[in-house]
Each structure stands twice: as structure tokens, then as C-alpha cells.
């Protein structure tokens, strides 16, 4: 029982440059969620999934595309890196509402 | 609306002594209440949460919280700090029931708690 799985574990980009963070669930749970972490600011919620099939805008959203490709993968798209984007990606899972399952994040930086 | 204030963004405790991080929340609805800990180049892990039943919520490794509804506060405790405390903590609200919220934690901005032999 793996939890929540992310990959890559790092990333840089290049201004522009596109790329998929991918982020699977072992735990069989409905919602999933992807937030981003920058200092001082606790975690942002981007986008998240309540169940298969549907997907809703967090708190920041813009810059970036979201899948919910089946029951235990969500992936967060950025179509066009810009340096504001350099942060450390989460990925997290509920059965519930309430408590939540987060992945070992994804530290991207944007040059 | 909600939003959560940490009020103390770093905390230094000597192994042994008590640790109290402070949290105080904002909701326009019935709020639950987390805290998680983030220990260096990890992930979240919950320890503790508020749903509506007890006020005072035991959590993992020796943490407790209490819910005070008249302070709007959820300050997180521990009677004796262990090294392997030391950590990031983030107390959390989410909407306790109903509403378009669904599952929308709002993160307070950390405390660093750093223990000292």
C-alpha cells in the first residue's frame, strides 16, 4: 500500500516549457487534490477532483489544466512554465471531506 | 468564508518542556478543524482533527488540541517535546457540513517548531 504517489520528485524548466505532474492513489478514494507550497504561505489549493469524471478551480488555479484520468490518478498540466510557478507541488487524496492523504510533493523550479 | 492565522511563525523549545502552538480561525460556517505536520522535504501527515464531537482532541505522538468556540482558537499542545518533533505545523479549516466547500482546506502559514537539546 503505496498512499499517495508523485512523480517526478524534481523538475526544472525553462520559461514556456510544458510538463505533467502525475499523482496516483492506492487508497481507492473518491477526491483528490493538488495544492502548491511556497514559503510562508502555507499550502494554496490549485485544482481538485470530488469524484471521477469531475474537476473544480481552487483557490489559484490559472496557469495551470487538470485530469482526473480514473478513479486513482489526477494530473496537473502547466501549458507554459513561468518563473511565479517555481514552488513545491502536493498532491493529496480523501475517502471524505476531512482528512486528507498528501503525496511527497514534486520540487519544480522555472528558470 | 474562512481563514486560518498562525501566530507564532517560529517556535524553539528545549527537549522536555511543554510545546504550545497557537492557531486562531475565522468561518462563516460550523468549522472542522486539522493540524498537520510536515517534517523536512516530506509530505503533510495528519495529526489531530476537530469534527464537531469533543472539544479536546487527542492526536499522534502525545499531541492534543482543544476546540474553543468562544476564542475561535485550536491551539495545538504537548507536555514534553522530543527531538523528533521538530517539524513544520499547519493548523487547517475546512466547512464542517453543506455548502459548496467540499473539502477546500484553508492552511494557516506554518509554525517551525524547533526543539533543542
Known amino acids: 500500500n503505496a498512499g499517495v504517489t508523485q512523480t517526478p520528485k524534481f523538475q526544472v524548466l525553462k520559461t514556456g516549457q510544458s510538463m505533467t505532474l502525475q499523482c496516483a492513489q492506492d487508497?481507492?478514494?473518491?477526491?483528490m487534490y493538488w495544492y502548491r507550497q511556497d514559503p510562508g504561505m502555507g499550502l494554496r489549493l490549485i485544482y481538485y477532483?470530488?469524484?471521477?469524471?469531475?474537476?473544480d478551480k481552487g483557490e489559484v488555479p490559472n496557469g495551470y489544466n487538470v485530469s482526473r484520468l480514473n478513479k486513482r490518478e489526477f494530473s496537473l498540466r502547466l501549458e507554459s512554465a513561468a518563473p511565479s510557478q517555481t514552488s513545491v507541488y502536493f498532491c493529496?487524496?480523501?475517502?471524505?471531506?476531512?482528512?486528507?492523504?498528501f503525496g511527497p510533493g514534486t520540487r519544480l523550479t522555472v528558470t | 468564508a474562512q481563514s486560518v492565522t498562525q501566530l507564532d511563525s517560529h517556535v524553539s523549545v528545549s527537549e522536555g518542556t511543554p510545546v504550545l502552538l497557537r492557531c486562531n480561525y475565522s468561518?462563516?460556517?460550523?468549522?472542522?478543524l486539522f493540524w498537520y505536520v510536515q517534517h523536512p522535504n516530506k509530505g503533510l501527515q495528519l495529526l489531530l482533527k476537530?469534527?464537531?464531537?469533543?472539544?479536546l482532541v487527542k492526536g499522534i505522538n502525545g499531541f492534543e488540541a482543544e476546540f474553543k468556540k468562544s476564542e475561535t482558537s485550536f491551539h495545538l499542545t504537548k507536555p514534553s517535546a522530543h527531538m523528533s518533533d521538530a517539524a513544520e505545523y499547519f493548523c487547517?479549516?475546512?466547512?464542517?457540513?453543506?455548502?459548496?466547500?467540499?473539502?477546500?482546506?484553508?492552511f494557516g502559514q506554518g509554525t517551525i517548531l524547533t526543539v533543542h537539546p
Open positions: 477532483s470530488a469524484s471521477e469524471g469531475t474537476t
Open positions: 476537530y469534527t464537531s464531537a469533543a472539544t
Open positions: 468561518s462563516s460556517y460550523s468549522p472542522s
Open positions: 487547517v479549516v475546512t466547512r464542517n457540513a453543506g455548502g459548496t466547500s467540499y473539502g477546500k482546506l484553508t
Open positions: 493529496a487524496s480523501s475517502y471524505d471531506r476531512y482528512e486528507q492523504y
Open positions: 487508497m481507492n478514494h473518491n477526491s
